[in-house]
């Protein structure tokens, strides 16, 4: 299947500093990327549909100003913790769809962010 | 009401059982639906799809039933390998990408 990599695995940072995740889709073109945040012992939850070549569209109760998306080629997605504080401490997972429409995602492997 | 409910168990399972998951969805116009695992700190994968018509891959049998409003689960047989989080998850519209995800039920066979 197809193949979605995601960096870094891991990360721990200092409250108030910014982290960025990348998510890219190694085999094939993405016009759209997800993202997730998955919290211990719970679901995985939609925090915004990342377009290649436009804005995300945010999910509601998720700060566009906080969690910064850039997608700026068919392969590549970017999100930006700004300002991380500890309640941001999650796991993030990034998904594309292998074809333009389909409704398969495959995930990448997730970036588990601690923050102190 | 959540969008995707699942018991979340733990359902502890003796090796070479079997065990069926329940999983129900709120909104009528779902198109499609799949079951998802996810491992332990890993990302989730793919387990399949499922068809209106019910469908098998192995030892893992799927159903829908769209008047209910509720989708299943079926393994047979079980192994250790198979002890993971089981997520439904429903898709809204054909061509929407956007996955809505239950909350996972925990499954461990024991030996």
């Known amino acids: 299947g197809a193949v979605v990599s995601q960096h870094p695995s891991r990360v721990i940072c200092k409250s108030g500093t910014s982290v960025k995740i990348e998510c890219r889709s190694l085999?094939?073109?993405?016009?759209?990327m997800f993202w997730y945040r998955q919290f211990p012992k719970q679901s995985l939850m939609l925090m915004a549909t990342s377009n290649e070549g436009s804005k995300a569209t945010y999910e509601q109760g998720v700060e566009k100003d906080k969690f910064l998306i850039n997608h700026a080629s068919l392969t590549l997605s970017t999100l930006t913790v700004t300002s991380a504080h500890p309640e941001d401490s999650s796991f993030y997972i990034c998904?594309?769809?292998?074809?333009?429409?389909?409704?398969?995602?495959?995930f990448g492997p997730g970036t588990r962010l601690t923050v102190l | 009401r959540k969008e995707v409910e699942q018991d979340p168990g733990p359902f502890n399972v003796p090796e070479g059982a079997t065990v069926a998951f329940n999983c129900t969805y709120s909104?009528?116009?779902?198109?499609?639906f799949f079951w998802y695992r996810q491992d332990c700190r890993k990302e989730p994968k793919l387990l399949m799809s499922?068809?209106?018509s019910g469908n098998e891959d192995g030892r893992f049998t799927a159903q829908l039933n769209r008047a209910s409003q509720y989708i299943s689960l079926l393994i047979r047989d079980s192994k250790l390998s198979d002890s993971a989080t089981y997520l439904c998850?429903?898709?809204?519209?054909?061509?929407?990408?956007?996955?809505?995800f239950g909350t996972g039920t925990r499954l461990t066979i024991i030996p």
């Open positions: 499922v068809y209106s």
């Open positions: 909104n009528s116009a779902s198109q499609s």
């Open positions: 998850v429903v898709n809204i519209a054909f061509g929407n990408e956007k996955l809505t």
């Open positions: 998904s594309a769809g292998g074809t333009s429409g389909s409704d398969t995602q495959y």
């Open positions: 085999d094939f073109q993405a016009t759209t």
